[in-house]
């Protein structure tokens, strides 16, 4: 049977499964397209049905999570923990508290946790977990009192050598502090069970700038290869959270000017860019009050607010999505290759539609998918976890080194490999390619598991 005709019947079985499951086929679809080529050169793959195997998880753990709020009312949310794949290492990935979250979406995104942590070369397998519980509007009581049964049943299935989760979206060091507190009251073990906790109790330096610090590390290499630098370009981000802050604080840093940002409540314009006193300004109201955008341009009146309006139809060289899936649509890739956008650097996971990936890629301008250029988050946490075992901190200079280094060696996998699978400058189908066979090979060697 020819590839085409293998990877359309694999897709399709696969849709019939579990058609509900629109968000973890679409992620499944984009790697299954670019894995053509490698599937051909080594049909060891086919023959030991790697495809079928790696795009089922190892297992998922679906369970109650009751709690009350501060008035005594009970709450039942649902919790969940999808242990994708350890053929590399302990399952690996963070925690996502937020209303829109799935089992669907937390499948979607171990998926591509365990191609991303393939791609850091560190010995990390791939998972996903979280509830639909929403932290915005919630006091830290109420937090604490969630994040506690949660973890009552999550620990059962969590460890240092089994699975480390970490944060995302809606769960940041409070929420890792509580659920480390929780974990080591049930086992009475203080290990390095989580990643993302604070640093004096555990933590690595630059874990909560990873990410973001990762992400305009990746966009400079991208645009090296164009001998191109990212001094004086204007550039925007999406989400304002862990990642998105930090990406404009390591943008602006190298020279960029970050003109346009977001959250729930809308965006922000601002024509000066981010400065210091507006990124301390900024870095306090998200980390600190939780509060909106709406303040922002209370107190630097030139900027503008826009209620309700996503950041992508301001003019910029390079767009750096940080939110959440499918949150840059065809219509908002037209927008930005009109105003003469030339690099897309994903910070959030799967933020393109596929739409959107096919436009960047025709005009031809630079696109890196968010398993290669958000990587550096959970690479800290690898890096955290050495520290852990090793009973040390290491400096933020050492850290920010092996984080430089990780990107650096990522961006080079995704060159090499699309380059020697016939698609050079793809770095959609080198990081799809580096990460599957990594992770298929170590699947081979391990037998039938
Ligand atoms: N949630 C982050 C990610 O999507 C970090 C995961 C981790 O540190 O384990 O990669």
Request: aromatic share 10%.
């Amino acid at each position: 049977m020819d590839i085409n005709t293998y990877t359309a019947d694999f897709l399709a079985a696969q849709q019939k499964r579990d058609p509900a499951q629109k968000v973890f086929h679409q992620a499944v679809a984009e790697v299954v397209s670019t894995l053509k080529p490698v599937l051909e050169q080594k049909p060891i793959y086919l023959k030991e049905k790697i495809l079928e195997r790696i795009v089922e998880p190892e297992r998922i753990i679906s369970f109650r999570v009751p709690w009350a709020d501060d008035k005594g009312e009970i709450h039942v949310n649902r919790g969940f923990r999808v242990q994708f794949n350890s053929a590399l290492g302990p399952y690996k990935g963070g925690i996502r508290f937020h209303s829109s979250v799935t089992q669907d979406s937390l499948k979607f995104l171990a998926f591509e946790q365990t191609f991303k942590n393939s791609l850091t070369t560190l010995p990390l397998g791939g998972g996903k977990g979280g509830s639909d519980f929403d932290t915005r509007g919630k006091s830290d009581a109420e937090v604490m009192r969630f994040c506690h049964s949660f973890i009552n049943e999550l620990y059962h299935h969590i460890g240092y050598h089994t699975d480390i989760p970490a944060g995302d979206l809606g769960c940041g060091a409070r929420e890792i502090g509580y659920m480390f507190g929780q974990y080591k009251k049930l086992t009475n073990d203080f290990t390095g069970a989580f990643t993302g906790k604070k640093p004096n109790w555990g933590g690595s330096l630059l874990r909560p700038q990873a990410t973001g610090y990762g992400v305009a590390y990746f966009a400079q290499n991208m645009l090296a290869t164009k001998k191109d630098t990212l001094q004086g370009k204007t550039a925007i981000i999406s989400g304002t959270g862990n990642v998105g802050v930090h990406a404009i604080e390591k943008l602006t840093e190298l020279g960029a000017k970050v003109v346009g940002f977001m959250d729930y409540d809308g965006s922000i314009y601002d024509a000066d860019g981010v400065d210091a006193e507006k990124l301390a300004f900024l870095k306090d109201l998200v980390f600190v009050r939780r509060g909106s955008l709406k303040e922002y341009n209370k107190k630097f009146k030139k900027a503008v607010f826009r209620p309700g309006q996503k950041t992508w139809d301001i003019p910029c060289d390079i767009a750096c999505p940080t939110a959440c899936e499918n949150e840059l649509d065809e219509h908002d890739a037209k927008t930005l290759l009109k105003n003469g956008c030339k690099c897309i650097c994903e910070g959030s996971n799967m933020p393109c539609t596929p739409q959107a990936i096919e436009a960047f890629q025709n005009a031809g301008i630079l696109y890196s998918p968010g398993k290669a250029s958000n990587a550096g988050g959970v690479a800290v946490s690898g890096l955290e976890m050495t520290q852990n075992s090793m009973r040390i901190y290491w400096t933020r200079e050492e850290v920010d080194q092996y984080l430089r280094r990780i990107m650096n060696s990522i961006h080079t996998s995704c060159l090499s490999y699309a380059e020697e699978y016939g698609m050079k400058g793809n770095y959609m189908a080198g990081a799809n390619i580096a990460g599957f066979i990594k992770v298929a090979d170590a699947m081979l060697d391990q037998g039938l598991v």
